[in-house]
């Protein structure tokens, strides 16, 4: 298993572009997340998915979009990119089960915007 | 949601044992303790969790104090790869999964 993989790696913004965070996981995990982390502090948690076609707002959900269409992908989408946005992003999946705890997360997306 | 306290930073020198603690004064009945950690440039990886019983898992273990308001990670022999932050995270068994992360404690391990 590839577990949970994130694209880009890195990536630059203008403010005002768009662009979408790509996140997909192969462990058929129901319950999916998108956290940001700026520097020098924990995660926040952007939105979630309990399973396909249901998401929900998380701490900060301001300026994202996201959807589930599928078990596997839970695509970030941010519109009109500001400098507030620049951090380090996190996607992360749990089975979903009540004795499934862990929370297995993708490497991050690194942006930036100018 | 219940918030936790953990020491900014630490240090321990390799191959000895690390006790790291954490807080939970607020802690409800409910609450799950998890502990995970972030490697440099990595995203965070699960360590372990408990509810009121000492734990212990390949990775480390995890004793909770019988009032339930601390909790100490334990790493019985620190390694370079153990050098990361470490977060005490409280989940409400009733919640979704989401995980409310604080600073964490900073782990610095010398050769």
């Known amino acids: 298993n590839a577990g949970v993989t994130q694209t880009p790696k890195f990536r630059i913004l203008k403010i005002g572009q768009s662009m979408t965070l790509q996140c997909t996981q192969d462990m058929n995990h129901n319950y999916m997340y998108w956290y940001r982390q700026d520097p020098g502090m924990g995660l926040k948690l952007i939105y979630y998915s309990v399973g396909a076609g249901i998401t929900d707002k998380g701490e900060v959900p301001n300026g994202y979009n996201v959807s589930r269409s599928t078990t596997e992908d839970f695509p970030l989408r941010l519109e009109l990119a500001a400098p507030s946005q620049t951090s380090v992003y996190f996607c992360?999946?749990?089975?979903?089960?009540?004795?499934?705890?862990?929370?297995?997360f993708g490497p991050g997306t690194r942006l930036t915007v100018t | 949601d219940a918030k936790t306290t953990q020491p900014n930073s630490m240090e321990s020198n390799e191959e000895e044992p690390v006790h790291l603690p954490c807080n939970h004064s607020?802690?409800?009945?409910?609450?799950?303790i998890h502990w995970y950690r972030q490697l440099p440039s990595q995203g965070p990886e699960y360590v372990i969790h408990g509810l009121t019983s000492n734990v212990n898992n390949r990775m480390a273990s995890l004793a909770i104090a019988e009032d339930r308001k601390s909790s100490t990670l334990i790493l019985h022999r620190a390694t370079l790869r153990d050098a990361a932050v470490y977060y005490c995270?409280?989940?409400?068994?009733?919640?979704?999964?989401?995980?409310?992360f604080g600073k964490g404690t900073k782990l610095s391990v010398k050769p």
């Open positions: 995270i409280l989940r409400d068994r009733r919640s979704q999964g989401n995980l409310i």
């Open positions: 992360a999946s749990r089975l979903g089960l009540a004795v499934s705890y862990e929370q297995y």
């Open positions: 607020t802690i409800s009945g409910t609450d799950y």
